[in-house]
């Protein structure tokens, strides 16, 4: 209860810190905005002008889709708000320039202080405002309903996606702990994946190939899966819901996490004993 | 005075001081930055395998359009991954600025434009064909993926308009650092736009003849258009009028290149760069 109110009051914080640096560098601020809003168009205009083309692309109508563009947003988004700050989404850089040992002096627990460091809830809004816009809009075109019901899993199931993602771009950031230099960057890459390939809907493509996007390269589920879900969920209700199909993003968001939390712990115990060559005489930087 | 001029230029001439400069760049790749690079190819040889999934999804529902068909689209796709870094040139003139490292580029005894394009060419085209282009070209048949162009003629005359779209990229991105100049410290916010930006209007990832056919006219019509689209439907034999898609191009060069030469030089005289 002690660490859940630190990590309160640490948000705090840096939501305090993210509104200063806003009033202090507004002209910066709305070039970022700018920036994000043309960013997150142009992210969604591609596969949106593809499906304007096709009736039923990848088994999805061309609002479904827009509903899709919307949920994928959404998780840049919060990926934004929380993570995308002191690059606590881009882990590989903290891991592999040393700058962990500036979080382990904090007289806070490790996960709080990674937690709550990438807060940005002025800077990073502009997309997830974006994006629950366009999730709004796809919903209503879609013909979803929107009730507390529908908002509900919604949240949860994009509580899964970014865990997923964090997960991943945790597990590959992993490797900074062994090759600090080589890895440095590597965090990058992971979230390229996402950002790139989400966008893509899956519904037409061959059993293994799907499952290879559902799985092992879990881009399918940061968009397109649970996506499909919550149209069924919107269109037949409840049981949809009670599907077995519906547990698969929890569960797959769960494991990832395990694996990512049980990698970075195995990595830190290599940190703890060879320390990082950012300090030594041969360092890298 | 001869002495000294070949020791300040590396090898004695312009073109030697460039090869040395890509040479170099190109060795830099194993100085320990390799495990992020064969990453990025990883995503896009994702990206590339996905793309060709879903071409060969719409196929077998017979969706794609008239004029295009399954194999000029995944030779399309495959030609756009292996020459991502010639139709999406990102130098190294924005990311020097924040880096503090453009002065150095300035202090050397060539041009600076000569000087982002030769680390260009070393530090992303050659590795780039060397671990991306060349597993890719091999691997594509496997996927059921002709790597081959059209016909001769074709392969010619989208070499040509391969040369006319790398002038074309390196304007736009003199272009982009002078945005990336005039923005001070938003030098990230200017290759975001620019990456965004790229993606959607050059057509390298997804082609235009997919698009509604008035957007995807006016898409190719832009000068990003002519950078992706422009080699690309000429090699898979898609471009109706291959010459004038040539001359599109030209007159972008020229004009692109008028405005980039003018602008950067321009904002030169406001550089700041307080590097890190």
């Given at each position: 209860?002690?660490?859940?109110?630190?990590?309160?009051?640490?948000?705090?914080?840096?939501?305090?810190?993210?509104l200063?640096?806003?009033l202090?560098?507004?002209?910066?601020?709305?070039?970022?905005?700018?920036?994000?809003?043309?960013s997150?168009?142009?992210?969604?205009?591609?596969?949106?002008?593809?499906?304007?083309?096709?009736?039923?692309f990848?088994?999805?109508?061309?609002?479904?889709?827009?509903f899709?563009m919307?949920?994928?947003?959404?998780?840049?988004?919060?990926?934004m708000?929380?993570?995308?700050?002191?690059?606590?989404?881009?882990?590989?850089?903290?891991?592999?320039?040393?700058?962990?040992?500036?979080i382990?002096?904090?007289?806070?627990p490790?996960?709080a202080?990674?937690?709550?460091?990438?807060?940005?809830?002025?800077?990073?809004?502009?997309?997830?405002?974006?994006?629950?816009?366009?999730?709004?809009y796809?919903?209503?075109?879609?013909?979803?309903?929107?009730?507390?019901?529908?908002?509900?899993?919604?949240?949860?199931y994009?509580?899964?996606?970014?865990?997923?993602?964090?997960?991943?771009?945790?597990?590959?950031?992993?490797?900074?702990?062994?090759?600090?230099?080589a890895?440095?960057?590597?965090a990058?890459?992971?979230?390229?994946?996402?950002?790139?390939?989400?966008?893509?809907?899956?519904?037409?493509?061959?059993?293994?190939?799907?499952?290879?996007?559902?799985?092992?390269?879990?881009?399918?589920?940061c968009?397109?899966?649970?996506?499909?879900?919550?149209i069924?969920?919107?269109?037949y209700?409840?049981e949809?819901?009670?599907?077995p199909?519906?547990?698969?993003?929890?569960?797959?968001?769960?494991?990832?996490?395990?694996i990512?939390?049980?990698?970075?712990?195995k990595g830190?115990?290599?940190?703890?004993t060879?320390?990082?060559?950012?300090?030594?005489?041969?360092?890298?930087? | 005075?001869?002495?000294?001029?070949?020791?300040?230029?590396?090898?004695?001439?312009?073109?030697?001081?460039?090869?040395?400069t890509?040479?170099?760049?190109s060795?830099?790749?194993?100085?320990?930055g390799?495990?992020?690079?064969?990453?990025?190819?990883?995503?896009q040889i994702?990206q590339?395998i996905?793309?060709?999934?879903i071409?060969?999804?719409?196929?077998?529902?017979n969706?794609?359009?008239?004029?295009?068909?399954?194999?000029?689209?995944?030779?399309?796709t495959?030609?756009?991954?292996v020459?991502?870094?010639?139709?999406?040139?990102?130098?190294?003139?924005?990311?020097?600025l924040?880096?503090g490292?453009?002065?150095?580029?300035?202090?050397?005894?060539?041009?600076?434009?000569?000087s982002?394009?030769?680390?260009t060419i070393?530090?992303?085209?050659v590795?780039n064909?060397?671990?991306?282009?060349?597993?890719?070209?091999?691997?594509?048949?496997?996927?059921?993926?002709?790597?081959?162009?059209a016909?001769?003629?074709?392969?010619?005359?989208?070499?040509?308009?391969?040369?006319?779209?790398?002038?074309?990229?390196?304007?736009?991105?003199l272009l982009?650092?002078?945005?990336?100049?005039?923005?001070?410290?938003?030098?990230?916010?200017?290759?975001?736009?620019?990456?965004?930006v790229?993606s959607?209007?050059?057509?390298?990832?997804?082609p235009f003849?997919?698009?509604?056919?008035?957007?995807?006219?006016?898409?190719s019509?832009?000068?990003?258009?002519?950078?992706?689209?422009?080699?690309?439907?000429?090699?898979?034999?898609?471009?109706?009028?291959?010459?004038?898609?040539?001359?599109l191009?030209?007159?972008?060069?020229?004009s692109?290149?008028a405005?980039?030469?003018?602008?950067?030089?321009?904002?030169?005289?406001?550089?700041?760069?307080f590097?890190?």
């Open positions: 209860m002690d660490n859940f109110k630190i990590l309160i009051r640490l948000y705090r914080q840096y939501a305090k810190m993210d200063l640096w806003f202090r560098d507004t002209r910066y601020f709305f070039i970022q905005l700018v920036s994000d809003v043309v997150g168009g142009c992210t969604i205009a591609g596969v949106c002008l593809l499906s304007a083309n096709f009736k039923n990848s088994g999805m109508t061309q609002n479904e889709i827009l899709m919307g949920y994928a947003l959404f998780i840049d988004g919060i990926f708000v929380f993570f995308m700050g002191n690059n606590t989404g881009m882990v590989s850089r903290i891991i592999g320039r040393g700058q962990l040992d500036h382990m002096i904090q007289p806070v490790l996960w202080e990674l937690l709550a460091q990438g807060f940005s809830p002025v800077s990073g809004s502009p997309i997830m405002i974006f994006g629950t816009g366009l999730t709004a796809g919903a209503i075109r879609a013909g979803l309903p929107i009730n507390p019901f529908t908002i509900l899993l919604f949240l949860i994009s509580i899964c996606s970014i865990v997923i993602v964090m997960s991943f771009i945790y597990l590959i950031s992993c490797s900074a702990f062994y090759a600090p230099a890895a440095e960057e590597i990058g890459v992971g979230k390229e994946l996402f950002s790139s390939l989400k966008t893509y809907p899956l519904g037409n493509m061959k059993g293994f190939q799907k499952h290879i996007f559902l799985s092992l390269i879990p881009v399918g589920l968009a397109w899966f649970p996506s499909t879900l919550l069924k969920a919107g269109k209700g409840l949809a819901i009670l599907a199909k519906a547990f698969y993003l929890p569960l797959a968001a769960a494991i990832f996490s395990l990512a939390i049980t990698t970075f712990k830190m115990k290599y940190y703890e060879y320390g990082s060559p950012r300090y030594s005489g041969f360092g890298h930087r | 005075m001869k002495q000294v001029k070949t020791i300040l230029s590396g090898c004695g001439s312009l073109s030697r001081a460039v090869c040395s890509t040479l170099i760049c060795k830099q790749i194993f100085d320990g390799f495990l992020c690079i064969a990453g990025g190819y990883i995503v994702v590339f996905m793309l060709t999934f071409w060969k999804t719409l196929a077998s529902t969706a794609l359009p008239a004029n295009v068909s399954l194999d000029q689209l995944m030779t399309y495959l030609m756009s991954a020459l991502h870094e010639e139709l999406n040139i990102i130098s190294p003139a924005t990311s020097s924040w880096e490292s453009v002065i150095g580029r300035f202090l050397r005894p060539m041009a600076i434009e000569a982002f394009i030769s680390e070393g530090r992303f085209w590795p064909f060397l671990f991306l282009g060349i597993p890719l070209l091999l691997f594509a048949p496997v996927l059921s993926v002709s790597p081959l162009p016909s001769f003629r074709m392969g010619i005359l989208s070499l040509i308009s391969l040369l006319l779209a790398i002038c074309i990229g390196f304007a736009i991105d982009f650092a002078s945005m990336a100049m005039n923005l001070k410290n938003g030098c990230f916010a200017a290759l975001a736009v620019r990456e965004a790229y959607l209007l050059s057509g390298e990832m997804i003849s997919l698009f509604p056919k008035k957007l995807g006219m006016l898409f019509l832009l000068p990003l258009g002519s950078v992706a689209h422009g080699p690309l439907t000429i090699y898979t034999g898609t471009a109706h009028f291959p010459y004038r898609v040539l001359a191009q030209f007159f972008w060069t020229v692109l290149w405005l980039a030469i003018y602008v950067f030089n321009k904002s030169k005289e406001r550089m700041i760069s590097g890190g």
